[in-house]
């Protein structure tokens, strides 16, 4: 996670996140879980602490 990004807690490091900017300069986290999960926010409020559908990134 880059200094200035806000703390996205697990999703900031997940490998189904898409992060999106916006050309305001607003940073979204969207979990692409949502897609085939219903269990799953497609904007999860941040920061997530605790995720069943967090797998970490590789090379992160
Ligand atoms: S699976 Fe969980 S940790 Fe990963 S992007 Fe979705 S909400 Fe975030």
Do not use: H, N, W
């Not at 997940?14 to 999106?20: D, M, S």
């Not at 305001?24 to 879980?33: A, D, E, I, P, R």
């Amino acid at each position: 996670m880059d200094m200035g990004e806000p703390d996205a807690g697990l999703c900031g490091q997940c490998r189904y996140v898409k992060v999106i900017a916006s050309q305001k300069g607003s940073v979204f986290y969207l979990c692409k879980k949502s897609e085939t999960d219903g269990r799953f926010e497609k904007y999860p409020r941040l920061p997530v602490r605790v995720c069943e559908g967090y797998e970490r990134e590789e090379g992160v």
